[in-house]
């Protein structure tokens, strides 16, 4: 069993009260809670709703919001919603949560928050952003269609649920930034970045005074339906399994080299701004000191016709950016090295306190800013992060007399937090893909060292729902392309296994054991009478990167 001997090693939360972005990052939180029956066993009132006349499957942003009346601020308000691709919910200007939970098309995800901490008496607006990154989106990202629902727990409440009474506006400041893979040189499949125009975007949108007279009416879809009660196969909706992602607000640790411009370092605490005159270029290379997986929050002033670049990177590279180029250098090194990684860009419209965060959490050590202004002064007010991933707490240690193992002990650990998000991811950076041969590993340390096995249970049961015709389990999951390993699928088992081993659920290992036979039959099929060895060839009989 891990020792249960927790310590607070990170400090990630830093306050500074004069910083005009700092209420934008500490918003109370939702409290999750467990559905009931008579959300997970009937059908339910609220409708899937999407966009009218938009192509249902193209890439876009899209804002919803409903307005309602309380007569007094509630002791409690549950709501159940989802959407296709993602969404972010807001209540009365205050953001809540993003989901849903990663799913596929036969297990959609949903989430229950009880939203009465952000409620009042009067006028209350329920506003989400829900996007669809189409053919641009994630492998991870399996999707239907555009659409968003929200189911209000209690029956009085019925009046916000999701129908044609919600409005609907397409947000046109958004373009997907779709290069990455041809600009890294590698096979980098975590989706699109945001190119986000801010003359074009509706400021406001999510407050109660905001005009949406030219806003329209939701399309009605079809009503929610829990997985197993509709002969429609749209979104059979499952209730999530795993704690909602941590959220904390971080700062940006030390600027590492700036031209055309000077930052005070005051500027990373949110006490002094940047100015950068019109008609200048400027950059600015911050370094977080170690890999990090958050939400940047850049706030701006002014500077109209202005481009803002953010650069992610892990580490810069070798001489020159040419495809040549592929040999990342020592983490720390900076001088003579290339920044060149995954970016953002946000073009501000001279409005005061315009607030650029990315629709997904980027990765980064490094993050660059490359300003160029026109014919206006641009203002950099703050600079900022939420750091999100799977909440997982440090209980277990080990004892150790090599002082070396100690940082090895916190590389290894930091390195499965930032991975952990939703699934257990190969690389936070490139893939955001949970395949089976990492997830094992993955799931077993955070076993041992949290004692959380929610997220080992989930990736057990995903992969278990990911069987083929043949038997087998993709061998990454969730999955657009479906690919398959067939070595994975011992993998599994294996995981199985250590389940078994590790947790006293033997219901939940019984109901895992008609998938086990299945890979089992498969290999039967493809393995010679004598030897016993695998006679299979089809698909990708991989084991690891070892050439030999």
């Known amino acids: 069993m891990p020792l249960t001997r927790p310590r ?49 499957r193209a890439y876009g942003v899209y804002h919803f919001r409903k307005t309602i009346e309380l007569t007094e601020p509630p002791a409690k308000f549950v709501v159940h919603l989802s959407a296709d691709n993602r969404y972010r919910l807001f209540v009365n200007g205050a953001p809540v949560h993003i989901g849903p939970a990663r799913g596929d098309l036969r297990h959609w995800r949903f989430d229950s928050l009880d939203i009465a901490a952000f409620l009042q008496s009067g006028t209350n607006v329920i506003a989400a952003q829900v996007w669809h990154f189409a053919e641009h989106g994630p492998v991870a990202q399996v999707t239907d269609q555009t659409a968003f629902i929200l189911q209000v727990d209690n029956a009085a409440s019925a009046l916000a649920n999701t129908d044609a009474s919600w409005l609907v506006f397409k947000n046109p400041a958004y373009t997907p930034l779709t ?7 590698t096979y980098i499949v975590a989706g699109p970045g945001d190119d986000v125009d801010a003359a074009h975007y509706p400021w406001g949108w999510t407050a109660a005074d905001f005009d949406d007279s030219v806003w329209v009416s939701a399309a009605s879809l079809r009503r929610g339906s829990p997985r197993g009660l509709s ?18 607000p971080i700062h940006l640790q030390t600027v590492r080299r700036v031209a055309g411009t000077q930052v005070p370092a005051a500027f990373l605490l949110g006490d002094s701004p940047v100015s950068i005159p019109a008609h200048t270029t400027a950059r600015i290379l911050l370094d977080q ?31 020159p950016d040419t495809p040549a180029s592929k040999v990342k250098r020592h983490r720390n090194a900076i001088e003579d090295n290339t920044m060149r990684g995954f970016i953002d860009i946000f073009r501000p419209d001279g409005g005061e306190n315009r607030l650029f965060r990315p629709l997904r959490w980027r990765t980064w050590r490094y993050l660059q800013l490359d300003v ?20 997982l707490s440090e209980h277990a240690n080990f004892p150790r007399s090599d002082p070396s193992l100690f940082q090895i002990w916190d590389i290894a650990w930091r390195t499965l937090r930032t991975g952990t998000h939703e699934i257990f991811t190969d690389s936070p950076y490139y893939e955001q893909l949970s395949y089976v041969g990492d997830t094992r590993i993955e799931a ?37 392309r479906h690919q398959s390993i067939p070595p994975y699928s011992l993998v599994w088992i294996s995981m199985v296994n250590d389940y078994w081993q590790l947790r006293d659920d033997p219901d939940f290992v019984q109901a895992r054991l008609a998938g086990v036979r299945e890979i089992l039959r498969y290999f039967h099929e493809h393995s010679h009478p004598v030897s016993g060895s695998c006679t299979g060839r089809q698909w990708w009989n991989y084991i690891d990167w070892i050439p030999s």
């Not at 997970?40 to 609220?46: D, E, G, L, R, V």
């Not at 290069?179 to 040189?185: E, N, V, Y």
């Not at 160029?372 to 909440?391: G, H, S, W």
């Not at 249970?457 to 990454?476: M, W, Y």
Request: aromatic share 8%.
């Open 289 to 319: 000191t170690e890999i990090t997986t958050a939400f940047p929050a850049l706030l701006v002033s002014d500077g109209a016709g202005s481009t803002v670049t953010l650069t992610y990177a892990e580490s810069l590279y070798e001489g």
């Open 444 to 480: 077993l340390v955070s076993l041992y060292v949290s004692g959380d096995d929610h997220l080992m249970r989930k990736s057990i049961e995903a992969f278990d729902e990911s069987h083929n015709p043949n038997g087998l389990t993709s061998s990454r999951w969730p999955d657009s």
């Open 8 to 56: 607070n090693r990170f400090i990630l939360l830093m306050i500074c009260l004069s910083s005009s972005i700092l209420p934008l990052l500490s918003q109370p939180l939702p409290r999750a809670v467990t559905p009931g029956s008579h959300i997970t066993n009937k059908p339910w009132s609220a409708f899937w709703i999407s966009p009218p006349n938009q192509p249902a």
């Open 372 to 391: 160029t202004t026109a014919d206006a002064p641009l203002t950099l007010q703050d600079l900022r992060a939420e750091f999100t991933a799977y909440p």
């Open 179 to 185: 290069d990455a893979r041809s600009r890294l040189w």
């Open 231 to 248: 002969t429609d196969g749209r979104w059979p909706l499952v209730a999530r399994q795993i704690p909602l992602m941590e959220a904390t």
